[in-house]
């Protein structure tokens, strides 16, 4: 059973824009908060953080490396949620994952503990090209 779906990765050239979502299947959510992230990892890099959003609550977080470029946006009603990258550089090149947290509320620290996410797409390929 598939429960988190990303989509909308691609190639661009640097200074560009992509625009990823991900999908939350009906159900998975519980609780009053649900946290959604975006997590990225290249080939012999550690995972990093990319931002957190929640469900049910507003707050929104940013890792330093991608705030003022991207932004995430969500649809409760769809369970979906988005990230616009925007002025994209050769290093954002990676494999970005879709993750979500149940039942918990999102928390600045919590960028650096993927571990905690217990449901995870396959990932969506995003290259920057200079």
């Known amino acids: 059973q598939v429960h988190v779906t990303e989509s909308g990765g691609g190639s661009v050239q640097a200074g560009g824009s992509l625009r990823l979502s991900c999908a939350a299947s009906?159900?998975?959510?519980?609780?009053?908060?649900?946290?959604m992230g975006w997590f990225r990892q290249t080939p012999g890099k550690e995972r990093e953080g990319v931002v957190l959003i929640e469900f049910g609550g507003r707050s929104t977080y940013y890792a330093s490396s991608v705030r003022g470029r991207f932004t995430a946006s969500k649809d409760t009603a769809k369970n979906t949620a988005y990230l616009q990258m925007n002025n994209l550089k050769p290093e954002d090149t990676s494999m970005y994952y879709c993750?979500?947290?149940?039942?918990?509320?999102?928390?600045?620290?919590?960028?650096?503990?993927?571990?905690?996410?217990?449901?995870w797409g396959e990932g969506t390929q995003v290259t920057v090209f200079s």
């Open positions: 009906t159900g998975l959510f519980r609780g009053t908060y649900n946290c």
């Open positions: 993750a979500v947290l149940v039942d918990k509320v999102c928390l600045q620290e919590r960028l650096r503990m993927a571990d905690l996410f217990t449901y």
